[in-house]
């Protein structure tokens, strides 16, 4: 019988991989950790997870294989660091880090420990993300010259926690301005050009302040990319206004043919293909 993979849990709240995790027959979720002891006592008793703990540099030296972090984002990299240097494998929750020197600081500790670092933009991966892949892969699309990715989820009732207190988020999302959270948009249209590497970005926001709760963060913004072979990508975050959530929401032009998601607003999804008997890919 095959070793099973020893997966350790940063975080308490992340239902989603555990089910992932526990559908695995070579994964064994060996230990948790979260500062919440009541949290944590109730997802391992959920859970069967046999070893609880409160600090993570403690999960992290234990004899685990990898880590799980799900944790809020700006512990992301000083967890994953400490992490890799301990010698487990990581696989990190957006966002990957909250500077650029933290994501500079983390490829380097990637490298040099030899182990795996997955970034887990789970949005590359679901069906429909999936299926347009495997057109653009063959060529269904011809060569696709123009891609656009939104992420509308209105989030603020998350800046604080049911007790009252401040969430992460006030400051680490609602607190900064710019496209904050921007791989749930431009994670899957990156996977359907490939080879392409961003090279120029324009980001806009309207002036003011227009949402309840008079946070800092911009009433969403749009971030125009540019890549090396003259491809363009616009990108539209919005976790403020008062709309439908709508974070999966994709387009993508092609010479051949088009793809349009279903949005909160409107029908779809949609795929126009071009055709010698429909030249305008009407049908």
Known sequence: MAK???VG?????????????????????AAICDLDEDRLNHMADAHNIPHRYRVFEDMADSDLDAIHIATPMQCHVPQALYALEAGKHVMSEVTAGVTMDELFWLCEAVERSGKIYMYAENYCYTPEVQLVKSLVDRGMFGNPYYAVGMYLHNCSELIEYPNGKSSWRKYWQFGKRG????????????????NERIREIATFAPVGCH??????????TTTMCYTDSGKVVQIRVDCTSNRPHDATHYHLQGTKGAYQAAGALSSGPAIAIRTEEDPNGDQ
């Open 4 to 6: 099973k993979i020893k």
């Open 9 to 29: 849990l940063a975080g308490a709240r992340a239902q989603s991989i555990i089910q992932g995790l526990k559908a695995e027959p070579d994964v064994e979720i």
């Open 179 to 194: 496209n904050f959270y921007p791989t749930h948009s431009l994670g899957p249209v990156m996977t359907w050009l490939e």
């Open 211 to 220: 949402n309840d709760r008079g946070v800092r963060q911009d009433d969403g």
